[in-house]
């Protein structure tokens, strides 16, 4: 039996899915988890777009940690800058960088090394991941929103690869210390967001199967984000139906769009639990994690911390019990 | 204008959106319509969208487009005068596709294999986008098709299709290109030495401290390929010629989410930039609002939590008492009007932010997986605002 940490425990944190799942919101809401029980927590973003820090209540992209609430600083990480840093440390000639023909050189010499970039964007995370200062740790908590699934495994493969691949050099040796990180069940977890519906299932559990299998890395939970519950009895919606002809024209309409809505709740709320029935029964062992389709106008800094809420409730106690509630 | 119209008047129509969004079952939808208006049509798809495929009943996807068989029509009650072909882009073929045609024989082997090659091919940011981009070329060239719809690739920003090319161009270059071809590379170190000390002691240091011996694997690669590479740059300038053409219309894919809508914005934007204007918006997946059509009983659009009362009780007249059932699917009701209204507010405000001539038109959220003919046939409705005449 290996060493484990409980996972909400755990230092590094990774948050993979593919796209349009709601994967940001969900490290956003882990993040603020960490930060509310006290934790000096980072949030990462693999790239500059914003979105992770605006989440989280920052103006823009972060290029160094930033805070953004108690306990809680943001960070977007930019792979081409990760690096320049990097090669900028073992070459000490950096102006020979400067001139157009070698940093065009310099432009195929990366693009010829597969993965150098993402190797050095991991590398980064396993930075901070790892950085202290006095003596103890900077960070209690990282998490990281990865980018959406193919792309973001492409990232987790990195250090293994490299380990494998790469001649004996600075790279190597660098990757074979992230690698190891990425691989211990006491400080790393990645966490799979998904949908109850055809394609992100059978995407999750390909993916499951690759951390796995292949890359051997520490699972965490598999959330399944915006599950409906709302089943309606057919024999009560045909009542209703029966029953509106009776009304005046416009309760009439107002119970015809009753109806629709509650076929539709009941629509999805079926195909939601045919999937994640299909997603329990291939993942037997796998914590799974619920949280409900949140019906708002706009969502908000409040529908933010909402879900965290509900997100940790739903880590804390088994998955039933949430259900229940909701059903 | 119409989306009916807009389609109707163009020969390539190119969906683009941030991933999630439901782009495939819309340029298959729009794929589908063009066939029932008598088009010879194909539709190009980027994502493995496996069950769609085997819906259309075309088996897998190949690179080669395939023909959407009469009884796979007729099984859904549709009879179009046109026909419909799908493909599924099939970025590494198509890539070993162009080695096969420009490199000689005995050094294809070794170029399929060249890490360097592999990585442009399959993991240079752009590389499937440019090639989605190549095969649209393929299409337009041919006389075979009267409608070729595009689903471009899931990108963060979809801009990044509308960038690879000249990305591309500028990667491949040919004044730096020459530079890895003979005779500096091949002579080997020394040589290229001889040609910029500098630049051979900054490579070696690269080399050193990662560990990657590249420089030899570029060199072979471009000695190989240096007839690709000759007529690069009028392959992008055809690329934007077909892009920017008159027969070509892009339609953005979006949802009324927030954070899709912000992508969505970018997109518009930056679309401007390039010169490549937008034709026409699909809102994918919208919750309808209810909106009384009397003046009494307005108040009810806005249901709040004090208003789900009235609601409770119109719902308990009608089912004869049964209040726990009643409040169940009042407080239903209220969760999709405030989805709703949220979605309608941000739409509206999209809305006025687009030239109005682009039409923009909305699908409602259907509460099912849209994965079948009929399905996408039943998507028309509010796509083209009418059935297909041949579903009839």
């Known amino acids: 039996m290996p060493v484990t940490t409980p996972l909400l425990e755990r230092r590094l944190h990774f948050v993979v899915g593919k796209g349009g799942v709601g994967k940001t919101t969900i490290a956003a809401a882990l993040a603020e988890i960490l930060a509310r029980q006290g934790r000096r927590t980072l949030a990462i973003e693999m790239d500059v777009a914003g979105r992770l820090p605006v989440m989280l209540g920052a103006p823009g992209p972060a290029r160094v940690p930033e805070a953004v609430a108690a306990n809680l600083f943001v960070l977007s990480l930019d792979g081409q800058a990760a690096l320049e840093e990097y090669l900028g440390l073992v070459i000490p000639v950096r102006r020979l960088l400067s001139t157009v023909f070698a940093s065009r050189i310099y432009q195929y010499f990366v693009a010829a090394a597969p993965g150098l970039k993402e190797l050095m964007t991991i590398g980064k995370i396993w930075f901070e991941a790892t950085r202290e200062e006095h003596g103890r740790p900077v960070w209690d908590a990282v998490v990281v929103d990865a980018p959406a699934t193919g792309h973001g495994l492409q990232y987790l493969r990195m250090p293994r690869a490299a380990r494998e691949t790469f001649g004996a050099g600075l790279v190597q040796r660098e990757a074979t210390r992230v690698a190891a990180l990425l691989e211990d069940a006491r400080t790393t977890a990645v966490h799979l967001v998904t949908l109850a519906e055809e394609m992100p299932v059978a995407e999750t559990l390909e993916t499951q199967a690759q951390l796995r299998e292949v890359l051997h890395l520490p699972q965490g939970w598999v959330i399944v984000n915006r599950m409906h519950y709302r089943q309606f009895d057919d024999a009560l919606l045909r009542r209703l139906a029966e029953g509106s002809v009776r009304l005046p024209p416009e309760d009439a309409a107002l119970v015809r769009c009753v109806l629709e809505r509650a076929s539709e709740e009941s629509g999805w709320a079926a195909i939601n639990a045919h999937y994640l029935g299909r997603l329990r029964a291939a993942l037997a062992g796998v914590p799974v994690v619920e949280l409900p389709f949140l019906f708002v106008e706009e969502f908000g800094r409040d529908t933010l911390a909402r879900l965290s809420r509900l997100l940790e409730a739903a880590i804390r106690q088994p998955a039933e019990a949430v259900a229940e509630r909701w059903s | ?392």
Not at chain 2, 213 to 226: G, K, Q, W
């Open chain 2, 1 to 392: 204008m119409t989306l009916a119209e807009l389609v109707a008047a163009h020969r390539v129509v190119i969906s683009a959106g941030s991933g999630g969004v439901g782009k495939t079952t819309v340029a298959a939808s729009i794929a589908l319509w063009g066939a029932l208006q008598g088009r010879r049509t194909v539709v190009m798809t980027i994502d493995p969208a496996r069950r769609l495929a085997s819906s259309l009943d075309v088996g897998a996807l190949g690179a080669e487009p395939r023909e959407i068989p009469a009884t796979a029509f007729a099984a859904a009650g549709l009879h179009p005068p046109g026909t419909l072909s799908a493909m599924m882009l099939d970025q590494k073929g198509a890539w070993d596709a162009l080695v096969e045609r420009h490199a000689p024989a005995e050094a294809v082997p070794r170029i399929l294999r060249n890490p360097f090659y592999q990585h442009l091919s399959q993991t240079f940011a752009g590389s499937q986008e440019y090639m989605a981009i190549e095969q649209l070329c393929v299409l337009v060239e041919s006389q075979a098709w009267d409608l070729i719809v595009v689903d471009t690739p899931p990108t963060r920003h979809a801009l990044d299709f509308l960038e690879a090319p000249r990305r591309l161009g500028d990667f491949l270059d040919r004044s730096i290109v020459k530079w890895f071809i003979k005779p500096y590379f091949s002579a080997g170190w020394s040589a290229l030495r001889a040609v910029n000390r500098s630049v051979g002691f900054l490579l070696r240091r690269l080399e050193q401290a990662t560990g990657v011996s590249a420089l030899i694997e570029i060199s072979d690669f471009f000695n190989n390929m240096s007839g690709l590479f000759e007529n690069f740059q009028a392959r992008v300038d055809r690329a934007y010629q077909v892009l920017r053409g008159p027969e070509t219309a892009f339609v953005l894919v979006t949802s009324p989410e927030e954070q899709v809508l912000g992508d969505a914005e970018y997109l518009t934007a930056k679309l401007g930039e390039l010169r490549i204007p937008l034709a026409g918006v699909v809102m994918n997946r919208v919750h309808r609002e209810f909106r009384p059509a009397t003046r009494r009983a307005e108040k009810r659009a806005e249901v709040g939590p004090e208003d789900v009362d009235e609601v409770v009780r119109v719902v308990a007249g009608a089912l004869g008492d049964a209040m726990a059932e009643a409040r169940e699917l009042a407080r239903n009701f209220a969760d999709y009007q405030a989805l709703a209204r949220g979605e309608s507010l941000r739409i509206e405000q999209f809305r006025t932010e687009l030239p109005r001539r682009i039409p923009l038109v909305t699908v409602p959220n259907y509460a099912r997986d849209v994965h079948d003919l009929a399905a996408l046939a039943a998507m028309h409705a509010a796509l083209f605002g009418a059935p297909p005449p041949a579903a009839a």
